[in-house]
């Protein structure tokens, strides 16, 4: 009744149906004298009690040996059940075994297919990174030829403006005055391009 009656809102209480409270109340009083009755007549029939308890544990046991004989007379099949019992654990060892050694050989195959994809995308990328590194070597053979050639033209044109800047320059003079450095010679097959300029 407690426990399925409403409680108070924010509150420890509960409402309880006081008439039906009182109901039950009276229905413990009416009872309790007829449970005490049953515990005097359970206290004097005590050692009945207790025989009726003791044969009973007597039969537990006289059955218990009974049929720890019959287990005994049953050695014959427990010894077979045994002995398959200890055949199916060797079997099922066998293929324990069995199956690890398959999963090692599985994972040592995919180890090593793995470390041959490995060095393949290594040599592939070597290879790739060879690739670029010779085209931009190309490429900067190619722009520095370029700029080679616009520097050696750039050079023929201003040992012709100093040339013409200075027309009677002896060819000697002009000769020992370019001949300061390799690099103010100038490029082969360029000599006869002064009449151009």
Known sequence: MILDSPRIPLSRRT???????????????????????????????????????????????????????????????????????????????QECEAAKEQTISELERMRRQAQQELEEMHRLAMEECEEIQAGADEYADRVLKEMELQLGEM????????????PDLPPSRGREMGSGSSSSRPPSGLKGDRSKN
Do not use: T, W
């Open 15 to 93: 409402l309880i149906d006081e008439e039906h409270l009182l109901e039950q109340l009276d229905l413990v009083r009416l009872s309790l004298p007829e449970a005490f009755h049953e515990a005097e007549e359970i206290v004097r029939h005590k050692e009945e009690i207790l025989l009726q308890a003791e044969q009973y544990a007597q039969e537990i046991i006289e059955a218990a040996e009974r049929r720890a004989a019959q287990i005994l007379n049953e050695m014959g099949i427990l010894r077979q059940a045994e002995i398959e019992a200890q055949q199916i654990r060797q079997r099922v060892q």
């Open 155 to 166: 050079l023929r044109v201003v040992r012709n403006g100093r040339q013409q800047l200075q």
